[in-house]
C-alpha cells in the first residue's frame, strides 16, 4: 500500500502565503501523477493543481489559482509541494493531496491511487 502524509497547513492572513508537503511512503513503484484537491465548508472537493512525471513535471491549475499557487515535486523523494501566495479567504479549505501510479505487488505491480488525510488552511480577512 501506499501512503500519503501531508503537512504545513495552518491559519495565515489574506495576502499570505503558505506551503503544503506531502510525501508518498510504502510500496511505491512509480507515481504518475500527483495532484492537489481542496473541500471548502460545505461544498465538494475540486482540483485545484496536478502535476505529472513526464515532461519535465508538466503543470496544470484551476483558474482560481492560476498566478498565486505552484505546484512542485521531487520524483526521487516522492514528495509533492503546493506553494500557495497571495492567499485570499475563499481559499480556507481542507486540502487533500492525491496521488495515481504504480505499487509493488507480489512479484508485479498493479495501479494505484492514494489521498493523505487533509489539512486544514484558514485565511482569515
Known amino acids: 500500500q501506499v501512503q500519503l502524509v501531508e503537512s504545513g497547513g495552518g491559519l495565515v492572513q489574506a495576502g499570505g502565503s503558505l506551503r503544503l508537503s506531502c510525501a508518498a511512503s510504502?510500496?511505491?513503484?512509480?507515481?504518475?501523477?500527483m495532484a492537489w484537491y481542496r473541500q471548502p465548508p460545505g461544498k465538494q472537493r475540486e482540483l485545484v493543481a496536478i502535476?505529472?512525471?513526464?515532461?519535465?513535471?508538466?503543470?496544470k491549475y484551476d483558474d482560481s489559482v492560476k498566478g498565486r499557487f505552484t505546484i512542485s515535486r521531487d520524483n526521487a523523494e516522492n514528495t509533492v509541494w503546493l506553494q500557495m501566495n497571495s492567499l485570499k479567504p475563499e481559499d480556507t479549505a481542507v486540502y487533500y493531496c492525491?496521488?495515481?501510479?504504480?505499487?509493488?505487488?507480489?512479484?508485479?505491480?498493479?495501479?494505484?491511487?492514494?489521498w493523505g488525510q487533509g489539512t486544514q488552511v484558514t485565511v482569515s480577512s
Open positions: 492525491n496521488a495515481e501510479g504504480l505499487q509493488y505487488y507480489g512479484l508485479g505491480s498493479s495501479s494505484f491511487e492514494s
Open positions: 510504502g510500496s511505491v513503484f512509480t507515481i504518475n501523477t
Open positions: 502535476i505529472t512525471s513526464t515532461n519535465g513535471g508538466s503543470a
